[in-house]
């Protein structure tokens, strides 16, 4: 059975930072685009970053430019998401998401398989 599983969220002052990460079990993740997504509390989901499976080109939402960034390691499965001077706009449950493909996309109707997801509070 394939699944994704994210972990570490967590409660979190401003400013400060935490890695998110993914892993896949039942399947290999070399092949796959992965997106980071998140979701507030009455809001749409949204894509938040992705990475590419072909050139691990990277890919972020402006709302998080400059203070998160993608990872994979394909020796353990596993794609992060460190995310740094966070903001009380950060506050979500964060979700992976993957999907075969050489390019990678924000938009979330596009990926197949996702993961249960991980609350991230940021709050003093």
């Known amino acids: 059975q394939v699944h994704l599983v994210e972990s570490g969220g967590g409660l979190v002052q401003p400013g400060g930072s935490l890695r998110l990460s993914c892993a896949a079990s039942?399947?290999?993740?070399?092949?796959?685009?992965v997106g980071w997504f998140r979701q507030a509390p009455g809001k749409e989901r949204e894509g938040v970053s992705c990475?590419?499976?072909?050139?691990?080109?990277?890919y972020y939402a402006d709302s998080v430019k400059g203070r998160f960034t993608i990872s994979r390691d394909n020796a353990k499965n596993t794609v992060y998401l460190h995310m740094n001077g966070l903001k009380p706009e950060d506050t979500a449950v964060y979700y992976c998401?993957?999907?075969?493909?050489?390019?990678?996309?924000?938009?979330?109707?596009?990926?197949?398989?996702w993961g249960q997801g991980t609350q991230v509070t940021v709050s003093s």
């Open positions: 990475i590419t499976s072909s050139d691990e080109s990277a």
């Open positions: 039942g399947f290999t993740l070399d092949k796959d685009a």
């Open positions: 998401a993957t999907v075969v493909t050489r390019g990678c996309t924000l938009h979330k109707s596009l990926y197949d398989l």
